[in-house]
């Protein structure tokens, strides 16, 4: 009986599932009885609603009810802030007054026996407004920068950090860079979008809701409805894709709940499309500086980085923008600086590598344009200047494999090829380039506990209120799991996306496996305890446990994963055509419990840093903050067709210290240093410097 299942490549266990149209995902979960709600939104940016005549809607065959300021229940929104939540602001109090903050706020619902009949009703609302010019750019001349309230005190997260004395470093070296990067606006666009069924029994309420968080939103919805928290009940077995857009408890959940209470049944809400660039978050835009310096020789100098992203007016959304520059490399004098700018938009949200792949962007770059100055390697510059220890924190890394990362994906890649000059690589009429990034994401861990079941039967059930949006939480967990308990693997079911199972963090911010897998790992060992104690008894064993990160252990060293990202593309010089032909990542990130599930999420990380280096833009209309290529066609993507050889590799490394299992996540990592790795290349191909993502065509072709 083999039962070593952590570190074996083994298939999803639930993936027959998936490929078999089984598994059931929010919108899936219909109920009997159940009526359609359909959301209207604000078509100005900024004002206040002078007009609501719903007199044609109501008068729908089926509609049920039509919701505004004037008549929806005032909800207690009493405080609430899990800590996926912005810290500072507080989140839209939606259908509670008659301002608008932003393009596509909500001002209406209509509830109906059927969607057609619900959006067919909502096209004859006559809504009137008094709009006012909304800011929406954080470069217009209006916009003012204010200092994150998060990042106000001193230590490691503060907004503004320095040692030693940069701008003297600068203005003394040999050689320098001194550079501006600007960084679209991204949104998630997965598969799945947001949606809510919502069903009340008496005083308790069911939501079959898109979710990472089940037990944020459990607690946020029951803030803002004035229930116990004991009387929401969210499930969510299945996530069609999410990249952090259903970390947070958006609106139309309110909403759908709200909804299905008016109306006295269930109420299934599912955002369109287009919908989704409005009310369920977007990666913000951002626009930095960094200036470099170097002696002749390329040891670094000093490092200055800079940067502002956009947040709405009402919340704080604050992200990790430059906190790897003071770890990164090697460098006696080092600036950051992050400052927000508040806009009339709706809040922005964590998107895959949040703060770190925007802020490596920019950094990694920079270090391209200092090799260039310098006559040098870009690999052998960051070979130069690779710490000993965190130089922020003044702490050793509990594991730091860069160096190796750096030597197996250029052994794979074939770097050693690579000629120096820009533009003197060829492929008959087209441009090769090269290009390089390095990678790094923190690990986290949070507080979880999970609950084990040891039945007659010689089988075992595992429940977590954890998450699954597709890196395979189902499997790696079980691994863990049937390990644990000396099982075969298809003698324990995991159960997860329940708020009524044992709490966890988010599936989100790589931290998942780290901390859902130390609390199976430790209510099995519970389980196994109780066993012997108990004898072989014929009766159910049950054991619970919580298991979170040791504070002392944590605050003794720097904990993080890092990663070397190399590509290749090629450029038709004649109509600028950039095609990314090779990827090669390769991550030191701790133990790798299936490795086909994490050359998987690596892969799928590059090619969402493809879209972020070439492709994903969303584009506002300044004259009311409208995304205006907020659908499938006009808002790229990568396909089929634009993705050829990606390669994932791991470099062997221990880490003791992380956590027990000694992993430290992929998912953020994997997208982190694609994009400038790009940029990277494109520039070796061509000798144009592109500062601004997406890089496009008439970037390439502008004389």
């Known amino acids: 009986m083999n039962t070593n299942h952590i570190g074996q490549p083994l298939a999803r266990v639930d993936g027959r599932t998936k490929v078999s149209g089984s598994a059931q995902y929010a919108a899936d979960f219909n109920q009997p009885g159940q009526a359609y709600a359909v959301i209207v939104g604000a078509s100005i940016g900024l004002g206040r609603l002078t007009e609501l005549d719903t007199e044609a809607a109501q008068r729908v065959p089926g509609v049920l009810a039509v919701l505004t300021h004037r008549n929806t229940p005032k909800l207690a929104y009493a405080p609430h802030k899990g800590f996926i939540d912005p810290e500072h602001g507080e989140r839209l109090h939606v259908l509670q007054d008659d301002r608008v903050h932003f393009y596509g706020q909500p001002v209406a619902v209509v509830v109906a026996q059927s969607l057609d009949q619900a959006e067919h009703a909502a096209t004859l609302l006559r809504i009137g407004y008094a709009a006012q010019n909304p800011v929406c750019d954080p470069l217009d001349t209006r916009a003012e920068a204010v200092v994150p309230e998060a990042g106000r005190e001193p230590g490691p997260h503060a907004a503004d950090r320095v040692r030693g004395d940069p701008d003297a470093a600068l203005a003394a070296a040999a050689v320098s860079i001194d550079a501006h990067y600007d960084a679209a606006r991204e949104n998630h666009v997965p598969i799945e979008p947001n949606a809510t069924v919502a069903a009340w029994e008496g005083e308790r309420l069911t939501l079959w809701s898109k979710s990472q968080f089940v037990v944020n939103e459990q607690a946020e919805i029951a803030a803002i409805l004035g229930l116990p928290a004991g009387n929401v009940r969210v499930v969510c077995p299945f996530i069609g894709g999410a990249f952090g857009t259903s970390l947070r408890t958006w609106p139309h959940v309110t909403l759908a709940a709200v909804a299905a209470r008016v109306v006295g049944r269930p109420v299934k809400l599912v955002l369109s499309r287009r919908q989704t660039f409005h009310l369920a978050g977007h990666r913000p835009r951002t626009v930095q500086r960094v200036a470099l310096s170097s002696t002749p020789d390329g040891r670094l100098t000093a490092i200055v980085h800079e940067g502002r992203g956009e947040t709405s007016r009402y919340e704080q959304f604050a992200e990790a923008l430059t906190a790897v520059t003071p770890f990164l490399y090697s460098c006696p004098n080092v600036r950051t600086r992050y400052r927000l700018v508040p806009l009339d938009i709706s809040t922005p949200t964590y998107m895959r590598g949040p703060g770190e ?69 060829r492929d008959g009429r087209l441009r090769i380039g090269w290009g390089m990034a390095c990678a790094s994401y923190p690990v986290f861990h949070g507080q979880a506990s999970a609950r084990v079941r040891l039945l007659a039967d010689g089988t075992a059930e595992v429940e977590a209120a954890a998450s699954d949006m597709g890196p395979g939480t189902y499997t790696s967990i079980t691994q863990i799991a049937a390990q644990t308990l000396m099982l075969p693997l298809e003698r324990v079911r995991f159960s997860l996306g329940n708020s009524d199972f044992p709490p966890t963090p988010p599936h989100g911010g790589s931290m998942t496996l780290a901390s859902v897998g130390s609390a199976v790992r430790a209510a099995c060992l519970a389980a196994l305890d109780r066993r012997r104690e108990a004898g072989h008894g014929s009766g159910i064993i049950e054991a619970s446990a919580t298991a979170g990160p040791d504070a002392g252990v944590r605050g003794r060293f720097s904990m993080h994963a890092f990663g070397a990202v190399f590509v290749e593309v090629a450029i038709d010089p004649d109509v600028g055509t950039i095609r990314v032909r090779r990827v090669v990542g390769t991550y030191g990130a701790g133990r790798i419990v299936n490795p086909r599930l994490a050359a998987s999420q690596c892969t799928g990380g590059m090619v969402g840093g493809i879209g972020m ?61 694609v994009a400038p790795a790009v940029a990277n290349a494109v520039f070796h191909a061509t000798g144009k410097r592109v500062r601004e993502l997406p890089i496009r065509i008439e970037h390439l072709m502008e004389h």
Request: hydrophobic share 45%; glycine share 10%.
């Open 613 to 673: 280096a070439l492709m994903e833009r969303t584009a506002l209309d300044p004259r009311d903050g409208r995304p205006v290529n907020a659908h499938m066609a006009d808002y790229l993507v990568p396909v089929n067709l634009d993705i050829q050889g990606l390669e994932a590799h791991f470099v062997d490394e221990v880490d003791p210290h992380v956590n027990e299992l000694g992993v430290k996540g992929l998912g953020e990592i994997a997208l982190v240093g």
């Open 357 to 425: 792949a925007t802020g490596i962007f920019a950094l990694e770059c920079a270090m391209d344009e200092l090799a260039h100055a310098l006559g040098m390697d870009p690999l052998a510059l960051r070979r130069r200047n690779e710490p000993g220890l965190d130089e922020g924190l003044q702490l050793p890394f509990s594991s730091r494999s860069m160096l190796a990362c750096y030597e197996r994906g250029a052994d794979a890649f074939g770097w050693s090829r690579r000629t120096l000059a820009p533009g003197s690589m």
